[in-house]
């Protein structure tokens, strides 16, 4: 089973940055696609970014497109997501996700019910 741990998060004010880190153990790291996920408080779960398992593939929402880059060190067993430019709209619980398969399209990385394992999330604040 895979195992994620979630760091990073925290309260920015609104044009500031934060790293989020995505550490995944218990499997093969390099065979796994990885999602990041963010879920508002009266919101939906909302899908964020996506990585493949070669790095070859990445998807953004339009929501963060252009201010939010995703990358993995396959060495680090880490997938980061970097985020610039925040907004108060960006506020939310952070997860990154494993799929048991693989994806090739957006359709397949941006649907929470494909992710089988998931981290407890980190929390991101920006303030206005």
């Known amino acids: 089973q895979v195992h994620l741990v979630e760091s990073g998060g925290g309260l920015v004010q609104a044009g500031e940055s934060l790293r989020l880190s995505c550490v995944v153990s218990?499997?093969?790291?390099?065979?796994?696609?990885i999602g990041w996920f963010r879920h508002a408080p009266g919101g939906e779960r909302e899908f964020v970014a996506g990585?493949?398992?070669?790095?070859?593939?990445?998807f953004y929402s339009d929501s963060v497109k252009g201010r939010f880059t995703i990358s993995r060190d396959d060495a680090k067993h880490t997938v980061e997501l970097q985020m610039k430019s925040l907004k108060p709209e960006d506020t939310a619980i952070y997860y990154c996700a494993a799929p048991p398969g693989h994806c090739t399209k957006y359709r397949c990385f941006s649907q929470s019910g494909v992710y089988d394992d998931w981290g407890q999330g980190t929390q991101v604040t920006v303030s206005p």
């Open positions: 218990g499997a093969v790291f390099s065979a796994y696609d």
């Open positions: 990585i493949s398992w070669s790095g070859a593939i990445i």
